[in-house]
Antibody, heavy 118, light 108 residues
Framework: EVQLVESGGGLVKPGGSLRLSCAAS????????MNWVRQAPGKGLEWVSL????????YYADSVKGRFTISRDNAKNSLYLQMNSLRAEDTAVYYC???????????WGQGTLVTVSS | EIVLTQSPGTLSLSPGERATLSCRAS???????LAWYQQKPGQAPRLLIY???SRATGIPHRFSGSGSGTDFTLTISRLEPEDFAVYYC?????????FGGGTKVEIK
């Protein structure tokens, strides 16, 4: 069974940093691109970042470019999101999502809440 | 980036009624890369439709998707109590992937 479990969320002050982790199991992690998608309270879904299976390709939403860094460790089946210079508007539930594909399955973690507030 | 506009924002219907949700793209989207999700409070989104018209694994037949180009539709033929939720469309054929703003289907 595919499982994605996020951790590392919490309360942080504006300008602070936080590192999210996503532990993957139930599939060959190293074969898939991975995404972070976030959802502000009461709002819609916003794609944040994508990393290819071998970390060769990395993309960011304009809203986080220069502040967030995505990475992965295929030996540990783990995905990360280093978030620096956090702002109030970064407050959201952050989901770890396996690559979007034209297949009949989609895998999302349960999400971890990041709150940026003084 | 491709902007997806969903309408209506809220749909108030009774169980047993038909729901028709619209997703309009700012430019043409390949049908292969158009998906619909259902999200309930406190849960992650669940894939309903992929490739614009194919039901995802385990999705009941009352859910159907259609459309092409810039206009896509999700139809729920007869609403069950568990179908009251928020629905999102997504395109991932053009980078960056984008989501629509969502349609909330609420009990009338």
């Amino acid at each position: 069974e595919v499982q994605l479990v996020e951790s590392g969320g919490g309360l942080v002050k504006p300008g602070g940093s936080l590192r999210l982790s996503c532990a993957a199991s139930g599939f060959t992690f190293s074969r898939y691109a991975m995404n972070w998608v976030r959802q502000a309270p009461g709002k819609g879904l916003e794609w944040v970042s994508l990393i290819s299976s071998t970390s060769t390709y990395i993309y960011y939403a304009d809203s986080v470019k220069g502040r967030f860094t995505i990475s992965r460790d295929n030996a540990k089946n783990s995905l990360y999101l280093q978030m620096n210079s956090l702002r109030a508007e970064d407050t959201a539930v952050y989901y770890c999502v396996r690559e979007f594909s034209g297949y009949p399955t989609s895998y999302w973690g349960q999400g971890t809440l990041v709150t940026v507030s003084s | 980036e491709i902007v997806l506009t969903q309408s209506p924002g809220t749909l108030s219907l009774s169980p047993g009624e038909r729901a028709t949700l619209s997703c309009r793209a700012s430019q043409s989207v390949s049908s292969s890369y158009l998906a619909w999700y259902q999200q309930k409070p406190g849960q992650a989104p669940r894939l309903l439709i992929y490739g614009a018209s194919s039901r995802a694994t385990g999705i009941p037949h009352r859910f159907s998707g259609s459309g092409s180009g810039t206009d896509f539709t999700l139809t729920i033929s007869r609403l069950e109590p568990e179908d009251f939720a928020v629905y999102y469309c997504q395109q991932f054929g053009s980078s960056p992937t984008t989501f629509g703003g969502g349609t909330k289907v609420e009990i009338k």
